[in-house]
């Protein structure tokens, strides 16, 4: 038998042997039968755009197609197994933990039985269900405990550009773009607070410290505090004290700015604030805008940022002290950028955003 599929060169006249145009149709005819498996069997995995990783269900129990799991650890590190290592990241990947896995986890492309391996993506757009508790949220983060789903809110590492339809907040099916990094938006938020501080009997530890404010999760953060102060009529009957019935004004004073990272339980910052007299004239502003009387701030390593009253000797500083704290609190301290034409660092920005000097 001849050659079947015999290329032709140019001028040569064209005979299709029976065997080369039906091997050309059995071609076609798979071709098709595979674009149309694909696109009607559900089962049939077409990778989508974006970073996707092997990884290792373990998990404990089989995990279905568009199931969450949270990164752990390389399954083959360099010093276990060079030739596995040298073939591409493997990563273990366990039920979701927060804030351990929030920004740091996968969909799965396929299902993936406990201790085997399969596809999941990482960073692009990827079906996946979402708990939502409002239908206008547009961020999703990992849901503790839970790998059916994540949990929509106004932060998240995972955006949502597309829901199903729905009439009320529940379990929809959603088109996420995930971004494998925690703290797709920062989080803003803070307080306010309205206390009045009477010092009017016989102290004999000075200074007096009284912490009146706290506001957890502040590490990480920066925080803005701006604060009025309103004496009090010393010489009238008690209850007149008018920085609780009238309006206060800073005169355009915006407020003590503070970057709090890691945290510090050694260290009060005086604060700026400015005060007035019983009439509502102003006194000043200042860290001692009254004399002996501060304000101070810390954030401790616990995270809390505490305000209190300092005073230091005066027992006629009865007054009402009025403020607001604005935070932005990051998922870790941000990068530091070098500007200046010192050039002392070697990088242009320190990414932990702490620069230590050199021994």
């Known amino acids: 038998m001849g050659d079947s599929m015999k290329k032709v060169h140019p001028g040569d006249k064209l005979r299709i042997p029976a065997a080369t145009f039906n091997t050309l149709i059995d071609v076609a005819r798979d071709h098709l039968a595979n674009r149309q498996n694909a696109t009607r069997q559900p089962g049939v995995i077409l990778p989508p755009p974006g970073v996707i990783l092997t990884i290792r269900n373990d998990s404990d129990e089989d995990r279905a197609r568009f199931e969450v799991l949270g990164l752990d650890s390389p399954v083959f590190p360099p010093e276990d197994n060079t030739a596995d290592f040298s073939r591409g990241p493997v990563m273990s990947c366990v039920t979701p933990a927060t804030p351990d896995h929030e920004g740091a986890f996968v969909v799965l492309l396929e299902p993936i039985a406990d201790g085997k391996v399969g596809q999941a993506i990482l960073q692009g757009a ?137 945290g510090d339980d050694d260290t ?40 209190r009253t300092q005073n230091n000797g005066n027992m006629y500083d009865s007054c009402v002290i009025a403020g607001v704290v604005w935070r932005k609190t990051y998922p870790a301290a941000p990068g530091t950028k070098e500007i200046g034409a010192g050039g002392c660092h070697d990088d242009e920005t320190w990414g932990d955003g702490v620069w230590e000097p050199e021994e």
């Open 268 to 307: 009060w910052f005086d604060l700026t604030y400015t005060a007035r007299d019983p009439n509502g004239d102003l006194i000043g502003t200042g860290t001692e805008a009254i004399s002996s009387f501060k304000i101070q701030a810390r954030v401790a390593t616990s995270g809390d940022l505490e305000i």
């Open 126 to 262: 990827a079906y996946v269900k979402v708990d939502m508790a409002s239908l206008d949220d547009e961020y999703a983060e990992v849901t503790d405990g839970e790998t059916g789903y994540l949990t929509s809110g106004e932060s998240g590492s995972a955006r949502i550009i597309w829901h199903e339809d729905a009439e009320e907040p529940g379990q929809l099916w959603c088109v996420c773009l995930l971004t494998g990094q925690a703290g797709a938006k920062t989080d803003e938020s803070g307080g306010s607070f309205t206390v009045h501080y009477s010092m009017s009997g016989y102290y004999d530890q000075w200074p007096e410290e009284v912490t009146f404010y706290t506001l957890a999760g502040s590490t990480n953060s920066i925080l803005q505090i701006a604060v009025d102060v309103r004496m009090c009529q010393w010489d009238l009957p008690i209850g007149n004290h008018p920085g609780n019935a009238e309006a206060n004004t800073t005169n355009g004073f915006a407020g003590n700015c503070i970057a709090a990272w890691e």
